[in-house]
């Protein structure tokens, strides 16, 4: 696990790490000290942790005047046994929006396995994008992972499958896949 880096072609575009709005402003990278693990794997060092201790991030891309924001996982999404919704919305997503961004595209296709817990903050999360005019889009999460979401019940607060399984993102510009998510998801709330 340790080659997978986060997606790194829109570095010219956007770091969350130079990012004053981002709640990763400031975080320093190592490029040869491996300080994060998903049990016993190492991670890459530019995965950024968030208080989970199976579960990390990379914000890809924000853009305020948008309101979107592209964040990719690596790892065991457990809110069973470590509560990672709680941490990532108390941590990233209200901090986030708080600076705005209320359309929420998640990438998952290195999401391992989802444990469910609770389903309360999920549920906050949407409510609070919705009366923002967003919207929460799962992007190429594994079949397995979904099937798990989708059996806790979540899918009725994030758009995830159909289209959004095989959407190439890495091929467009943030703002193209904006554009296809949006198209996707403004068919699922309709």
């Known amino acids: 696990m340790h080659t997978i880096e986060p997606f790194f072609n829109w570095r010219h575009l956007y770091t969350a790490e130079d990012d004053p709005q981002s709640p990763f402003h400031g975080t320093a990278h190592s490029e040869l000290e491996f300080t994060h693990a998903v049990y016993d794997h190492v991670i890459h060092p530019q995965w950024d942790d968030f208080g989970s201790s199976t579960l990390y991030l990379k914000a890809l891309y924000a853009d305020y005047e948008e309101q979107f924001a592209v964040i990719e996982f690596i790892g065991e999404w457990n809110d069973l046994l470590h509560n990672d919704i709680m941490y990532l919305k108390r941590d990233v997503l209200e901090p986030m929006m708080a600076e705005g961004i209320s359309k929420f595209i998640l990438i998952g296709g290195n999401?391992?396995?989802?444990?469910?817990?609770?389903?309360?903050?999920?549920?906050?999360?949407?409510?609070?994008?919705?009366?923002?005019?967003?919207?929460?889009?799962?992007?190429?999460?594994?079949?397995?992972?979904?099937?798990?979401?989708?059996?806790?019940?979540?899918?009725?607060?994030?758009?995830?499958?159909?289209?959004?399984?095989?959407?190439?993102?890495?091929?467009?510009?943030?703002?193209?896949?904006?554009?296809?998510?949006?198209?996707?998801?403004?068919?699922?709330?309709?």
């Open 111 to 190: 999401v391992l396995n989802f444990h469910a817990g609770e389903e309360d903050y999920y549920a906050e999360w949407f409510d609070e994008v919705m009366d923002a005019g967003g919207w929460i889009a799962l992007v190429n999460f594994l079949p397995h992972v979904l099937e798990d979401l989708q059996a806790a019940g979540l899918d009725q607060y994030m758009a995830l499958g159909g289209k959004l399984d095989h959407l190439e993102w890495r091929r467009l510009h943030p703002d193209d896949l904006l554009a296809r998510v949006d198209d996707l998801v403004t068919k699922w709330l309709g």
